[in-house]
């Protein structure tokens, strides 16, 4: 079964400064979907990014950015220039490419504070 | 226009009580899904539909069922509430194995 791992509960960051978010993950699936998702206070499920697997190119969003290792089974998330709205708690997820089911499976997740 | 929208968004209840959450999606998605956020934010998929037909059945006790009427819609019953079924639930819509957007979120608290 397909786990996704997220070992930092809590991290912090200077407003302006960079941050990066850690998730792992392991499968058997050559093919899927890793994502990440920001829910802030007011608990909307909000998407960040999307990287497909099979894309060696890491995705971009403005000031979001991942660093995904297929081999290593790492995907992680950098926050550049963080922003006072960035602070949220942020879930990495899974899913099967183009799977007859394609449920999220969702990390813990980390609770980001932005400092002032 | 709200693209995945819940109702309640709040729902108190004492236990006991059967009750139900309404899902819609002006997506134009085939697959809609229900998750439960735990109270330590913990996610997990309890149901999913594609096309009104039920695809993904997780281990939910049989006091909850889901029922899709069409593909814009998929609701949540739950009978009999028990304490433990306080959590907010997240109603979810995608195209099939794509990007799934997800609904603003009813909290439910069982007293």
């Known amino acids: 079964a397909q786990t996704v791992t997220q070992s930092q509960p809590e991290m912090s960051v200077q407003e302006a400064e960079t941050v990066t978010l850690s998730c792992t993950y392991d499968?058997?699936?050559?093919?899927?979907?890793l994502f990440w998702y920001k829910q802030p206070p007011s608990r909307q499920m909000i998407l960040v990014i999307r990287?497909?697997?099979?894309?060696?190119q890491n995705a971009t969003e403005n000031r979001f950015s991942v660093n995904f290792q297929k081999a290593a089974k790492s995907f992680s998330l950098k926050i550049s220039d963080s922003q006072l709205g960035d602070a949220a708690m942020y879930f990495c997820?899974?899913?099967?490419?183009?799977?007859?089911?394609?449920?999220?499976?969702f990390g813990k997740g980390t609770k980001l504070s932005v400092k002032p | 226009d709200t693209a995945v929208s819940q109702t309640p968004k709040y729902l108190v209840t004492q236990m006991g009580n059967d009750k139900s959450i309404k899902c819609e999606q002006n997506?134009?998605?085939?697959?809609m899904y229900w998750y439960k956020q735990d109270s330590k934010k913990f996610l997990k998929i309890m149901f999913s539909y594609n096309n009104k037909e039920l695809i993904i059945n997780e281990t939910v006790p049989n006091r909850f069922s889901p029922k899709s009427p069409d593909k814009a819609h998929l609701n949540l019953h739950i009978n009999s509430l028990e304490l433990g079924d306080s959590a907010v639930y997240f109603c979810?819509?995608?195209?099939?194995?794509?990007?799934?957007?997800f609904g603003p979120g009813t909290r439910l608290l069982v007293l």
């Open positions: 990287q497909e697997a099979y894309k060696q």
């Open positions: 997820a899974y899913s099967e490419y183009g799977g007859s089911q394609g449920n999220l499976i």
């Open positions: 979810a819509s995608s195209p099939l194995g794509e990007t799934q957007y």
């Open positions: 997506l134009g998605h085939d697959t």
């Open positions: 499968t058997s699936e050559s093919d899927y979907y």
